[in-house]
Every structure is written in C-alpha cells, then in structure tokens.
C-alpha cells in the first residue's frame, strides 16, 4: 500500500512538472510560429512596401517585389555558407543578409523543436494520468486546462512587456535585439538600398505583427483554459449531486 501511495505520488510530481515545462515552452512555441507566418508573407510585404515608401526610391515595383521574393527563399530554404546575390544591396549588405539567414533558420529549428515539446508533453501527461488513475476522467483534463490558462497568462505578460517596450522605445529594442544575436555588422547608411527597401518602420510594423498574433493566440488559449475548468468543476458539481 505504501508502495503503491509512494508511486502515485511520484507520478504527480512528474505530471506537475511536464505541465510546468509546457508552461514555459508555451511563449516560445507561439512566439516563434507566429514569427513563421509573418516573417515571409509576400502579401503583407507589398502592403507594407507601399506604407513605407520601398517603392519609391528609384527601382521598379516588379524589381523590389522580386528581389523581395528571392531574399525570402533565400531566408527559407537557403542551406549554404554564401551570402544572396542581391544586386540592389551592396556587398557588405549581403553578408549582413547571410547572418541573418543562419539566425532565421536556427528560430524555425527551436520553433519545430517547441512543437515537438508541446504535443509530446501532452502525450506524456496523458500517459502518466491513465497510469495514475487507470481511467482518464474528467478531472484529469485540469492539468490540461491549467497549463492553457497559466501558460497563456505567463505568454501575454511576457510579450506584453516587449511589445511595451518596443512603443516606448523601438530604437533601442532593436539595438539591443542586435547585439544579443551578435551580429558583425548591422547599421547601414539611410542611403543604403538596403534600408531604404527595409527602412526601420518596416521592422518596427513586423514586429508589432508578430508579438500581437502571439498575444491573441496567448489569450485564446488562456480562454480555452478558463472555460475548461469551469466546465471541469460544473461536471464535478453535477456528479455530487447525482449522488
């Protein structure tokens, strides 16, 4: 019996701590897919080049919208050390562009690997629930419900905060954003091609693209949640008095 009560309470601390590590694995799971979504859409790049006076600087719409084109491929699928062959930018420019890409490429592999954690996370919890109670209830679904609600509640605090920072002070974000990625170089003259294609505002709206997405996935999910549990505990009362 002892066995048995010391064996159910191991299994509560690891189902405790898988939902812990879910939590936590939460703003990065979102925060990084919705950088996947947002980060190469063509559509919303030529609305945004339009906003932003891209097209407007000397060059063709066809020419800023291929180049555009080829530096998102490149961005994507590119899998060598060479920096774009982007005429428009200059050689400097370019070079900047291959950082970029390895740094890209290596948030699309943490985003895959979150996704990994999330849905085998969750099948490990159902695993050790079914173990515990030898029956998956109702009740068991709490564990899934708190790591929604408490896991979309730490993501929209978190990338509250940033996107707080980012209206107050984008300018310095985005230094300090640079500098944690150790980029070599990475301030160009206005002048440059490369900035009047890619002007500050251009990152700025990006950014506030995907932190807002974040937020909004963050508080449907903290939603979901909440209503789970309530359902949960409405179920619990209606078996009491059934009984």
Not at 113 to 119: C, G, P, S
Not at 171 to 178: C, L, Q
Not at 232 to 240: F, G, W
């Amino acid at each position: 019996m002892k066995k048995n009560n010391r064996t159910d309470k191991n299994n509560v601390y690891i189902i405790y701590a898988v939902v812990i590590i879910l939590i936590l694995n939460m703003p990065i799971l979102l925060l990084l897919n919705s950088f996947r979504f947002a980060a190469f859409d063509l559509n919303w790049y030529e609305k945004e080049f339009i906003k932003v006076g891209s097209y407007e600087f000397g060059y063709s719409k066809e020419i800023i919208d291929g180049n555009a084109k080829y530096l998102v491929n490149y961005l994507k699928y590119d899998d060598s050390n060479d920096p774009p062959k982007i005429e428009l930018f200059e050689n400097e420019e370019n070079v900047h562009l291959l950082e970029v890409k390895t740094i890209m490429q290596k948030a699309l592999l943490l985003a895959d690997l979150t996704l990994f954690v999330f849905v085998f996370g969750n099948l490990l919890l159902y695993l050790f629930l079914c173990k515990s109670d030898e029956s998956y209830s109702y009740e068991d679904i709490k564990y899934l419900a708190k790591m929604l609600k408490y896991g979309g509640i730490f993501t929209v605090a978190l990338i509250g905060a940033i996107l707080l920072l980012l209206k107050l002070d984008f300018s310095s974000t985005f230094t300090v954003f640079h500098k944690i990625l150790a980029f070599d170089k990475w301030q160009f003259p206005y002048t440059s091609n490369m900035i009047r294609m890619f002007p500050g505002e251009f990152f700025y709206d990006i950014g506030i693209r995907i932190f807002l997405w974040t937020m909004i996935e963050a508080a449907c999910l903290t939603l979901i949640g909440f209503i789970t549990r309530h359902f949960i505990n409405l179920s619990s009362k209606t078996k009491t008095i059934k009984y």
